[in-house]
T-cell receptor, first 114, second 110 residues
Framework: DTGVSQNPRHKITKRGQNVTFRCDPI?????LYWYRQTLGQGPEFLTY????????KSRLLSDRFSAERPKGSFSTLEIQRTEQGDSAMYLC????????????FGSGTRLTVV | EDQVTQSPEALRLQEGESSSLNCSYT??????LFWYRQDPGKGPEFLFT???AGEEKEKERLKATLTKKESFLHITAPKPEDSATYLC???????????FGKGNQVVVIP
C-alpha cells in the first residue's frame, strides 16, 4: 500500500472555471476526509465520508463545492466557478473504522486560481 | 466550538538545544489530541495520539504530554532534520472532524 494518493499535485485555473480533484485512500480505510489549508494556517475540515455516505459537511463547503465517493472507494472534490479565495492546498485523509491511530493524509492538491 | 492555540508560532533552535511546543485547547469532551509533522508542500504526517490527562508518548527525539487544558511536544537535542511545522489537533466526543491549530514552525540550525 502506497498511502493516500491525490491527483493532480498542482492545478492552476482561471477564475470562473470548474476543477475536480481526486483522492485514492488506503484500501482498507472506510473513512475519508477532505480538508483545506491556506498558507500559515492549519487544515480546516470540509467534509467526511464513511464508505459511500457523506455524513458531515462544514459550513465552509459552499454550494459551489461538491464531493462524492462512489462505491466507497476513491473520492472526488469539485469546485465550480472558482474564485481567487479558493486558492489553497486541498488535503485528503483516510482512517480505519476506529480512527484512533490518526488519520493518514495525502500530499495534497495545490490549487491556484488566477 | 473546539479551539486550538499553538505557541510559539515560530522557533529557531541551535542543533542540540532542547525546547517545548505548547498546544492549548478547549473542547466539549476530548476524544483524542493529535500531533502531526508537516514539511513544506507535503501533507501532515501522523506522530502521536493522546487520549487522557497524564498520558505521555515518545518517538525518537519527540515526547508528547497531555493535561486537561494543554499538550506539550518536547524536542530533545534536535537535529536539522527535525525542522518542520508541528500541528496539534483535537477531536471531540461524537465528532468525526479534527480541529487544528495554526502550527509551530521549527527551524533547527546546524
Amino acid at each position: 500500500d502506497t498511502g493516500v494518493s491525490q491527483n493532480p499535485r498542482h492545478k492552476i485555473t482561471k477564475r470562473g472555471q470548474n476543477v475536480t480533484f481526486r483522492c485514492d485512500p488506503i484500501s482498507e480505510h472506510n473513512r475519508l476526509y477532505w480538508y483545506r489549508q491556506t498558507l500559515g494556517q492549519g487544515p480546516e475540515f470540509l467534509t467526511y465520508f464513511q464508505n459511500e455516505a457523506q455524513l458531515e459537511k462544514s459550513r465552509l463547503l459552499s454550494d459551489r463545492f461538491s464531493a462524492e465517493r462512489p462505491k466507497g472507494s476513491f473520492s472526488t472534490l469539485e469546485i465550480q466557478r472558482t474564485e481567487q479565495g479558493d486558492s489553497a492546498m486541498y488535503l485528503c485523509a483516510s482512517s480505519p473504522r476506529t480512527g484512533e491511530h490518526g488519520y493518514t493524509f495525502g500530499s495534497g492538491t495545490r490549487l491556484t486560481v488566477v | 466550538e473546539d479551539q486550538v492555540t499553538q505557541s510559539p508560532e515560530a522557533l529557531r533552535l541551535q542543533e542540540g538545544e532542547s525546547s517545548s511546543l505548547n498546544c492549548s485547547y478547549t473542547v466539549s469532551g476530548l476524544r483524542g489530541l493529535f500531533w502531526y509533522r508537516q514539511d513544506p508542500g507535503k501533507g501532515p504526517e501522523f506522530l502521536f495520539t493522546l487520549y487522557s490527562a497524564g498520558e505521555e508518548k515518545e518517538k525518537e527525539r519527540l515526547k508528547a504530554t497531555l493535561t486537561k487544558k494543554e499538550s506539550f511536544l518536547h524536542i530533545t537535542a534536535p537535529k536539522p532534520e527535525d525542522s518542520a511545522t508541528y500541528l496539534c489537533a483535537v477531536q471531540a466526543d461524537g465528532n468525526n472532524r479534527l480541529a487544528f491549530g495554526k502550527g509551530n514552525q521549527v527551524v533547527v540550525i546546524p
